[in-house]
């Protein structure tokens, strides 16, 4: 009851919130998305989320690759007269095909952070890997896809072997599960990983241990908190916000239009 109590409220603060922004503020927007719904759908109702999501983003600002808008925040080079949005989704579900074709035919790239372990694997090994990620009746991505989507433009990064929350300092089990999914991505799809993101996305989700493996393995290493600002946990790491497509027209407005920060 508490539960449906605070997502009632939420959801009031969003869309009143959402209203009243001012639509194009100048920043650089990089979100974090999982999958195009929860459950499962249709697929002609799957183009029509995915259409509101591009149509709601692009009143916002405009949306271009995944890349562009990294290399600019990584190099502070940030917009003044526009806002730009990169989009990436995080778990690799098979449904990231279909997205990512649906922006290939707007001529946007996006990111692509994938578990290595769901790749492919067997029955046994989803039992386990649907509880780390409190969703079911999902499938995952094989390698062919992800060799076709990363030929297409669109970036593929790490996201763990098995989707564990890294707040641990075995650096044995660290390295396992940041650098050895490095080395299979790299192997299996035939290209440097560069891009990294941890699983739950927050900074009580990561160890400083687990940190600087990853800064040290990755170019990129990326959050899905403390939005307000560019940079987290010391400028080490760049921070998404998370957003989801089936969410209200208003909820994206209320996010996308915030100004963010330096420190």
């Known amino acids: 009851m508490l539960g449906l109590i605070r997502e009632v409220v939420r959801d ?17 927007h990089i979100l974090a998305s999982h999958y195009i719904t929860r459950g499962k759908i249709a697929a002609g109702e799957r183009v029509r989320v995915l259409t509101r999501f591009y149509d709601s983003l692009s009143k916002l600002g405009e949306l271009t690759d995944f890349c562009n808008v990294v290399d600019r925040v990584q190099n502070r080079d940030f917009p003044n007269d526009r806002s730009l949005i990169a989009l990436s989704f995080d778990d690799g579900f098979h449904e990231c095909e279909e997205i990512a074709n ?23 090994y989803y039992k386990g890997h649907f509880k780390r990620l409190a969703i079911e ?7 062919n ?18 989707h564990v929350r890294l707040n641990i300092t075995d650096p044995e089990l660290l390295r396992e599960q940041i650098c050895r999914d490095k080395e299979k991505i790299d192997k299996n799809i035939g290209f440097d990983c560069q891009h990294f993101a941890w699983p739950y996305g927050t900074e009580k989700d990561i160890s400083s ?5 990853a800064v040290n393995t990755f170019k990129y290493v990326f959050s899905s908190c403390d939005y307000g600002f560019y940079n987290g946990l010391n400028e080490s790491v760049i921070n998404r916000r998370h957003v989801e497509p089936f969410w209200q027209a208003s909820h994206l407005k209320y996010f996308v239009s915030s100004v963010r920060k330096c420190r």
């Open 145 to 162: 896809t992800l060799k076709d989507m990363h030929s297409a433009g669109h970036t593929i990064g790490s996201h763990t072997v098995d």
């Open 137 to 143: 009746n999902k499938t995952f991505l094989t390698w």
């Open 209 to 213: 241990d687990a940190i600087e493996i």
């Open 12 to 28: 009031n603060v969003l869309n009143i919130g959402g209203r009243f922004r001012s639509a194009r503020v100048p920043s650089a």
């Open 102 to 124: 649906f922006f290939e035919k707007k001529n946007i790239k996006v990111g692509f952070f994938v578990n290595s372990g769901s790749i492919e694997n067997d029955s046994e």
